[in-house]
């Protein structure tokens, strides 16, 4: 379990630092911690290439947290169990409970 606890908090330093290093506004935020779970789950080339983080980097903060929304598909098909994360990220996202 040592092992595994310690690969997993390798791959969570890196997504935190591919965040800071793509989201270059508002670092170290509870919004940071949300753009870190999306990009660990959807990949650091998603978020880069996602409107999530253009709205995200020009401050558009309220517009960013909308967009978490729009990734709940797999295979074409909407997901409940990625419905619930990014309702949840986007909560975090916005520093709600």
């Given amino acids: 379990m040592e092992e595994v ?3 997993l908090a390798e791959d ?3 997504f935190l630092a ?3 290093r793509l989201c270059t ?3 170290l935020s509870p919004r940071h911690l949300a753009l870190t779970s999306f990009a660990f789950n959807v990949g650091l080339g998603n978020l880069q290439a996602s409107t ?3 709205k995200h980097n020009r401050e558009d903060f309220d517009g960013a ?3 978490f929304l ?3 598909l797999a295979g074409g098909k909407v997901l409940q169990g990625l419905v619930t994360r990014r309702k949840d990220e986007r909560a975090m996202y ?3 409970p």
């Fill in 52 to 54: 999530l983080r253009a």
């Fill in 5 to 7: 606890d310690g690969l």
């Fill in 94 to 96: 916005l520093g709600q």
């Fill in 25 to 27: 506004v508002d670092d």
């Fill in 18 to 20: 591919g965040v800071r």
């Fill in 12 to 14: 969570l330093a890196r």
């Fill in 65 to 67: 947290a909308d967009e």
């Fill in 70 to 72: 729009k990734w709940n």
